[in-house]
């Protein structure tokens, strides 16, 4: 099985990452998408950063209405601060069985080649790359990698951090946010 991941935090998950999430399932070749909830580093606290099984609890709700989307809790598990690189060698040898890539927006493609092992990274998986409105431009040597595929996905323009600003604003966020996740968060009082 093909398994594209999509790394985030996920403070809180939102209609805009399901729209891609669900666009990579349906509109390429990856069976299944994996949402990798990032744990909080021990290093960085950052207050309006619900903890770890909140956030896993919101795309649980989120998904389970998706057989191609799934929450995964992997890097709760490993050594922190964490790299990407390390999860896919982890993911390889815990499921033989399925083949790992990455989804990333365009914007996280043009700092690539800062990441930890980036050409190793390139080297064993592919990305899935969606559009988003950035800065800067995109390294020559990503440009027609045949590992790089670029998926025409909808550009959302939505960001947890918008929301979180919103509601401590007290608006109504509701439609941005899956009515699941929204239930959980109104009855939850986060971010409040």
Partial sequence: MKIGLYFGTFNPIHVG????????????????????????????????????????????????DYPKLRPSDIEFSLPQPNYTINTLVYLQEKFPEHTFSLIMGEDNLKSFHKWKNYELILEGHDIYVYPRISEGKIETQFDKHPKIHHVAAPIMELSSTFIRNSIKEGKNVRPMLPEHVWEYLDEMNFYR
């Fill in 17 to 64: 990452h399901l729209t891609i999430a669900n666009h990579m399932a349906e509109h390429s070749d990856l069976d299944q998408i994996w949402f990798v909830v990032t744990p909080q580093s021990p290093f960085k606290v950052k207050n309006s950063m619900l903890d770890n099984h909140q956030r896993l609890e919101m795309v649980y709700r989120a998904t389970k």
